[in-house]
């Protein structure tokens, strides 16, 4: 199995950008779909964005501001944020599922790391 560590989550002002990565281990992270997931307090875990190859598909409250990357030589997937909002702050998760079709739905995916905290100030 894979196991996920993310991180470079941190504050930020409303407006400015933040890049979270997610760390692969124990498989190579080419055997997988990779998405990014986020829970803000009280909140059900949301799709962010996913990524098979190399073109990724994002939910329409980050489309535009956010894009999702893989490298595989390095076994590691990101998530560059501009334009942040106070809406953004939330736990961003990074996902694993088994095969390279992506889903919208956090059930389908396999593996999950512990998340990196993402605030946004007004």
């Known amino acids: 199995q894979v196991q996920l560590v993310e991180s470079g989550g941190g504050l930020v002002q409303a407006g400015g950008s933040l890049r979270v990565s997610c760390a692969a281990s124990g498989r190579p992270l080419s055997l997988y779909a990779m998405a990014w997931f986020r829970q803000a307090p009280g909140k059900e875990r949301e799709f962010v964005a996913t990524i098979a190859w190399s073109a990724g598909m994002y939910a329409d409250s980050v489309k535009g501001r956010f894009t999702i990357s893989r490298d595989n030589a390095k076994n590691s997937v990101y998530l560059q944020m501009n334009s942040l909002k106070p809406a953004d702050t939330a736990v961003y998760y990074c996902?694993?599922?088994?095969?390279?079709?992506?889903?919208?739905?956090?059930?389908?995916?396999?593996?999950w790391g512990q998340g990196t905290q993402v605030t946004v100030s007004s």
């Open positions: 996902a694993a599922r088994e095969g390279r079709s992506t889903s919208f739905s956090r059930y389908e995916y396999d593996y």
